[in-house]
T-cell receptor, first 114, second 114 residues
Framework: EDQVTQSPEALRLQEGESSSLNCSYT??????LFWYRQDPGKGPEFLFT???AGEEKEKERLKATLTKKESFLHITAPKPEDSATYLC???????????????FGRGTQLTVWP | DSGVTQTPKHLITATGQRVTLRCSPR?????VYWYQQSLDQGLQFLIQ???????AKGNILERFSAQQFPDLHSELNLSSLELGDSALYFC?????????????FGPGTRLTVT
C-alpha cells in the first residue's frame, strides 16, 4: 500500500535557526508530491508541487526538493509566523492506487519561538 | 483564501442523526474531493466527483454519501452518526478531471457528535 512518512513529528526552532523537514514515500508510480501548510483548525494551504527527482521549488523562506524516495522542506531563517503543521502528500498512478487521491503524511508540527 | 467555500463552519449533533455538509469549488474547477481529518487518522480521502459524476472512492463509510450538482457545488451527507464521526471535514477542488495536480482546500466543517 502507498505510504507517506514525515519526520520529525514535532520541531521547535529558535527564530533564524534553519532546518529541514523530511517526507519519505513508497508509492507505485509517483505522479506528484505536494507540500501543504496547515494552521490549527484551518484547511491545508497549498505550497509546492514536485514532479520528478532533482526538482526544486522555492517560496520566500521555504525550499522543497525531491529525490526518488523522499522530499525535504528546507526552512531558512524561520520566523514565528512560520509556525504551523507542514503536510506532505503524494499522488500515484500505479496498481492499487486510487486515481488522483492524495495520500497524506501525519505532518510535522513546527514551532518557531522568538 | 483558496476560493473554496464550505458551510457550515461548525456542526454539533447527536448520535444517530443525519447532517449535510456543503462545498463550493473554486471558479473553473470541475473536480471536488472530500477528506476527513481526525486526530488518530490524519487526513483521509473519502470521495471525488468530477463534473457531476463520481470519479474515485476512498475510505468512505456506507453511512456517508455525496453528490455534485450541475452548478458544481457538492454535498456530503453523513447519516446514523456515531461518536467516532467527530472530525474536521474538508472539501478540496482542482481543475483536472483525471485527479492529478494540486488540490485547493476549503476552511473545513468541524463536526462534533455528542
Amino acid at each position: 500500500e502507498d505510504q507517506v512518512t514525515q519526520s520529525p513529528e514535532a520541531l521547535r526552532l529558535q527564530e533564524g535557526e534553519s532546518s529541514s523537514l523530511n517526507c519519505s514515500y513508497t508509492v507505485s508510480g509517483l505522479r506528484g508530491l505536494f507540500w501543504y501548510r496547515q494552521d490549527p483548525g484551518k484547511g491545508p494551504e497549498f505550497l509546492f508541487t514536485l514532479y520528478s527527482a532533482g526538482e526544486e521549488k522555492e517560496k520566500e523562506r521555504l525550499k522543497a526538493t525531491l529525490t526518488k524516495k523522499e522530499s525535504f522542506l528546507h526552512i531558512t531563517a524561520p520566523k514565528p509566523e512560520d509556525s504551523a503543521t507542514y503536510l506532505c502528500a503524494v499522488q500515484a498512478s500505479g496498481r492499487g492506487s486510487t486515481l488522483g487521491r492524495l495520500y497524506f503524511g501525519r505532518g510535522t508540527q513546527l514551532t518557531v519561538w522568538p | 483564501d483558496s476560493g473554496v467555500t464550505q458551510t457550515p463552519k461548525h456542526l454539533i449533533t447527536a448520535t444517530g442523526q443525519r447532517v449535510t455538509l456543503r462545498c463550493s469549488p473554486r471558479s473553473g474547477d470541475l473536480s471536488v474531493y472530500w477528506y476527513q481529518q481526525s486526530l488518530d487518522q490524519g487526513l483521509q480521502f473519502l470521495i471525488q466527483y468530477y463534473n457531476g459524476e463520481e470519479r474515485a472512492k476512498g475510505n468512505i463509510l456506507e453511512r456517508f454519501s455525496a453528490q455534485q450538482f450541475p452548478d458544481l457545488h457538492s454535498e456530503l451527507n453523513l447519516s446514523s452518526l456515531e461518536l467516532g464521526d467527530s472530525a474536521l471535514y474538508f472539501c478540496a477542488s482542482s481543475v483536472s478531471g483525471t485527479g492529478f495536480g494540486e488540490q485547493y482546500f476549503g476552511p473545513g466543517t468541524r463536526l462534533t457528535v455528542t
